[in-house]
T-cell receptor, first 115, second 115 residues
Framework: AQKITQTQPGMFVQEKEAVTLDCTYDTSDPSYGLFWYKQPSSGEMIFLIYQGSYDQQNATEGRYSLNFQKARKSANLVISASQLGDSAMYFC????????????FGKGTKLSVKP | DAGVIQSPRHEVTEMGQEVTLRCKPISGHNSLFWYRQTMMRGLELLIYFNNNVPIDDSGMPEDRFSAKMPNASFSTLKIQPSEPRDSAVYFCASSLSVVGTDTQYFGPGTRLTVL
């Protein structure tokens, strides 16, 4: 079985600073994907970034990067130069390659960006 | 490019009524997923389709829930009869395939309130 743990229910960051949102996972599958989604107060789920378990380099997408430490089973999201619009819930999710779409989500971290 | 489209965005109904939620996946995507999000249980996968065929409906809470995908561009999730505990946000998501490492893109969700 797969499991995602997000230990930070809430985080605050000052505008323009960087912030790291923690995510640890548990899986026995050798091949899997890790995903981060953003859910603003308007409710939609927005895909941010993907990391494959066999990817040698950490994924980056604009101001988002993923600090992937496979041995520690962690996949932390780093947001650089925080903006007010980054205030939202952030969900980490895992899906083994052979799972046929069974995306398992963590409970999320609520990020608040202060002006 | 059009994302996943869901309708209605909000639905308020009375207990016992039939509710039908609609979803149009991203063109070219072969897999479609229905999720439910509540404060208590987070995001739960209800059912998913591959090439219009239901693959796994083990997440459907009970027989009151049913889902169909008559063609590649349309799916419905029906609740009959609805109950107050069905109140939640229902998301539809689509991906290229059911391979676990394919990214799922979510629609804006339907917020259902059953009185």
């Amino acid at each position: 079985a797969q499991k995602i743990t997000q230990t930070q229910p809430g985080m605050f960051v000052q505008e323009k600073e960087a912030v790291t949102l923690d995510c640890t996972y548990d899986t026995s599958d050798p091949s899997y994907g890790l995903f981060w989604y953003k859910q603003p107060s308007s409710g939609e789920m927005i895909f941010l970034i993907y990391q494959g378990s066999y990817d040698q380099q950490n994924a980056t997408e604009g101001r988002y990067s993923l600090n992937f430490q496979k041995a520690r089973k962690s996949a932390n999201l780093v947001i650089s130069a925080s903006q007010l619009g980054d205030s939202a819930m952030y969900f980490c999710a895992i899906s083994p390659e052979r799972s046929q779409g069974n995306l398992i989500f963590g409970k999320g971290t609520k990020l608040s960006v202060k002006p | 490019d059009a994302g996943v489209i869901q309708s209605p965005r909000h639905e308020v109904t009375e207990m016992g009524q039939e509710v039908t939620l609609r979803c149009k996946p991203i063109s070219g995507h072969n897999s479609l997923f229905w999720y439910r999000q509540t404060m208590m249980r987070g995001l739960e996968l209800l059912i998913y389709f591959n090439n219009n065929v239901p693959i796994d409906d083990s997440g459907m809470p009970e027989d009151r829930f049913s889902a169909k995908m008559p063609n590649a561009s349309f799916s419905t999730l029906k609740i009959q009869p609805s109950e107050p505990r069905d109140s939640a946000v229902y998301f539809c998501a689509s991906s290229l395939s059911v391979v676990g490492t394919d990214t799922q893109y979510f629609g804006p969700g339907t917020r259902l309130t059953v009185l």
